[in-house]
């Protein structure tokens, strides 16, 4: 139909709204300058199947709500008090700082991810409570199908500073890449309110050591596990038969789950602080804020990789 060069993502949807023959848009993205061209289409990729094809660079967006009652019939007038949906204000309808113009926003990082198959891992705005209050988080797009929403980050910057918080708010999500925080189990209990996410993956590694890296199963033993981590339940769900590996799980922990038998370690508020463990062995573990004892499939009195720049424990959900 048209193409046109726009600065943001959503400028090119809000042009597609103001044609009345547009169905869906085409957004290519130069690799050398970030400069976008927004292109027009009066089809969808449901309704011509044949002419959808991937291509790297480009994201395509399919039909797009309305943000305004009326912003086809007054596109270029101001709109009436009341008459713009959840999560949009001003006299257009515009969306709030923070909308789909930061980037592609969603509810969560899978559905972004199921709408736009070639993303890559970064940063996206998700709008957890349908309410237009968006979150920037870290979504994993590529690992495992991708669509991985990063909930607790510890990375060791420098190795004899060992600190990290406990955060009680799944909105400090939006802080993973600023600061090593670890969400409380009540976190991760109010987290799962406003998303039934039904996955959960960890992954530490240590550069002198090995890595530790599974999801949680596509079952009934997987969901207890993800239960417990998210203060459904308080039983320690078993180990055998939870979790899968990933293809660069390295761990002896992994492979020994008869001998953990049993998630965590305590029923306490802060469950990600013991992961896992065989004891005297391998441990997923945090000490204290300061303390010497970060594990990662090791224990200080037995096998112990000393810390690096860069080592780090993650928890995602999905």
Same mark, same amino acid.
């Given at each position: 139909?048209?193409?046109?060069?726009?600065? *943001?993502?959503?400028?090119?949807?809000?042009?597609?709204?103001?044609?009345?023959?547009?169905?869906?848009?085409?957004?290519?993205?130069?690799?050398?300058?970030?400069?976008? &061209?927004?292109?027009?289409?009066?089809?969808?990729? *449901?309704? @011509?199947?044949?002419?959808?094809?991937?291509?790297?660079?480009?994201?395509?967006?399919?039909?797009?709500?309305?943000?305004?009652?009326?912003?086809?019939? $007054?596109?270029?007038?101001? #709109?009436?008090?009341?008459?713009?949906?959840?999560?949009?204000? $001003?006299?257009?309808?515009?969306? +709030?700082?923070?909308?789909?113009?930061?980037?592609?926003?969603?509810?969560?990082?899978?559905?972004?991810?199921?709408?736009? +198959?070639?993303?890559?891992?970064?940063?996206?705005?998700?709008?957890?409570?349908?309410? $237009?209050?968006?979150?920037?988080?870290?979504?994993?797009? !590529?690992?495992?199908?991708?669509?991985?929403?990063?909930?607790?980050?510890?990375?060791?910057?420098?190795?004899?500073?060992?600190?990290?918080?406990?955060?009680?708010?799944?909105?400090?999500?939006?802080?993973? =890449?600023? @600061?090593?925080? =670890?969400?409380?189990?009540? /976190?991760?209990?109010? &987290?799962?309110?406003?998303?039934?996410?039904?996955?959960?993956?960890?992954?530490? !590694?240590?550069?002198?050591?090995?890595?530790?890296?599974?999801?949680? /199963? /596509?079952?009934? !033993? $997987?969901? /207890?596990?993800?239960?417990?981590?998210?203060?459904?339940?308080?039983?320690? +769900?078993? #180990?055998?038969?939870?979790?899968?590996?990933?293809?660069?799980?390295?761990?002896? =922990?992994?492979?020994?789950?008869?001998?953990?038998?049993?998630?965590? #370690?305590?029923?306490?508020?802060?469950?990600?602080?013991?992961?896992?463990?065989?004891?005297?062995?391998?441990?997923?573990?945090?000490?204290?804020?300061?303390? =010497?004892?970060? *594990?990662?499939?090791?224990?200080?009195?037995? *096998?112990?990789?000393? &810390?690096?720049?860069?080592?780090?424990?993650?928890?995602?959900?999905?």
């Amino acid at each position: 139909m048209h193409t046109t060069a726009v600065k *943001e993502d959503f400028e090119c949807q809000m042009k597609c709204m103001e044609k009345d023959r547009c169905r869906s848009v085409n957004i290519h993205i130069s690799e050398s300058d970030g400069s976008r &061209l927004c292109e027009l289409n009066n089809s969808t990729r *449901e309704t @011509k199947a044949g002419d959808f094809k991937q291509k790297k660079g480009s994201v395509y967006h399919g039909p797009i709500k309305a943000s305004c009652t009326d912003v086809l019939n $007054g596109r270029n007038g101001k #709109a009436k008090s009341g008459q713009c949906h959840p999560g949009y204000k $001003g006299i257009r309808c515009q969306t +709030p700082k923070g909308g789909f113009n930061h980037n592609l926003s969603g509810h969560s990082c899978k559905e972004i991810r199921d709408a736009n +198959p070639l993303l890559k891992d970064g940063e996206y705005w998700i709008d957890l409570e349908k309410n $237009g209050s968006l979150i920037k988080v870290y979504c994993d797009m !590529t690992t495992d199908g991708g669509g991985w929403l990063l909930v607790s980050n510890v990375v060791v910057d420098e190795p004899s500073s060992r600190l990290y918080s406990s955060e009680s708010s799944y909105r400090e999500i939006g802080n993973c =890449l600023n @600061k090593n925080i =670890l969400l409380t189990t009540n /976190a991760m209990k109010e &987290l799962r309110t406003q998303l039934s996410f039904t996955q959960l993956r960890f992954h530490c !590694t240590k550069q002198q050591g090995r890595t530790f890296h599974v999801t949680t /199963a /596509a079952n009934s !033993t $997987g969901e /207890a596990v993800v239960q417990f981590f998210s203060g459904q339940r308080d039983t320690r +769900p078993n #180990a055998c038969g939870s979790f899968m590996r990933m293809k660069d799980d390295t761990s002896k =922990l992994a492979g020994e789950c008869s001998r953990w038998s049993s998630w965590g #370690a305590f029923s306490g508020g802060e469950r990600f602080k013991v992961v896992a463990y065989v004891n005297g062995k391998y441990h997923w573990l945090f000490d204290n804020p300061g303390g =010497l004892r970060w *594990e990662c499939d090791d224990y200080i009195s037995s *096998e112990f990789f000393g &810390l690096s720049t860069g080592d780090f424990w993650k928890v995602f959900v999905r």
